[in-house]
């Protein structure tokens, strides 16, 4: 067990419909970071929160997004659901952004658009 | 654009070999080079890492090799296990600048007994 849990583990949906990918942070990790993970793309750096607020954003698409809680929890909010949306997405979570000393993924959500 | 290249896509070894996979960079904001194992059906495991400040590192049967002045990175593995069958990514990140992670394409590792 990494430390970060990530929740569902599976999800199947179908085109069009919206869902959303939850990520409980390891104990102390301020940071929480989001990739997806396809045969195509490789792992592809989403989007980044530090303590609530937004820090960085990668190949997100604007269908998708995101927001970290007050308890550090982070939410992936992904709509308009494509086939080409279907993917492993990751969580990953560090002390800080900064920190520079690799951080922990989850074991992810594999997300299937039928 | 992919910052981080990495070879071969995949790699059989006999049991007791050496593992060697390569990656190139083309960032030289890069600060930080951290290899990650991969299991099915799980996330990426951080494995070893390494600054620039340093031309190798080792941890155990692992070993990263650094070349600044090329801007390439290696991972061997010795004594290869069948243990050791993963997907292996390097990565690359600027810790300065939000320290998200660039990855490479992958290299699924088999190892023969």
């Known amino acids: 067990d990494s430390g970060v849990t990530q929740t569902p583990k599976h999800l199947i949906t179908a085109t069009g419909q919206r869902v959303t990918l939850r990520c409980s942070p390891r104990s102390g990790d301020l940071s929480v970071y989001w990739y997806q993970q396809s045969l195509d793309q490789g792992l592809q750096f989403l989007i980044q929160y530090y303590n609530g607020e937004e820090r960085a954003k990668g190949n997100i698409l604007e269908r998708f997004s995101a927001q970290q809680f007050p308890d550090l929890h982070s939410e992936l909010n992904l709509s308009s659901l494509e086939l080409g949306d279907s993917a492993l997405y990751f969580c990953?979570?560090?002390?800080?952004?900064?920190?520079?000393?690799?951080?922990?993924f989850g074991s992810g959500t594999r997300l299937t658009v039928v | 654009q992919q910052q981080v290249k990495q070879s071969p896509q995949s790699l059989i070894v006999q049991k007791g070999g050496i593992s060697i996979i390569n990656c190139a960079y083309e960032n030289t904001a890069f600060d930080y080079f951290p290899w990650y194992q991969q299991f099915p059906g799980k996330g990426p495991a951080l494995l070893i890492a390494?600054?620039?400040?340093?031309s190798e590192k080792k941890e155990g049967r692992f070993t990263i090799s650094f070349n600044k002045s090329a801007k390439q990175f290696s991972l061997h593995i010795m004594d290869s296990q069948p243990g050791d069958s993963a997907t292996y990514f390097c990565?690359?990140?600027?810790?300065?600048?939000?320290?998200?992670?660039?990855f490479g394409g992958g290299t699924r590792l088999m190892v023969k007994p």
């Open positions: 990953a979570s560090s002390v800080a952004p900064s920190q520079g000393y690799g951080y922990t």
């Open positions: 990565a690359a990140t600027n810790s300065d600048a939000g320290n998200m992670l660039t």
């Open positions: 390494i600054r620039p400040d340093v």
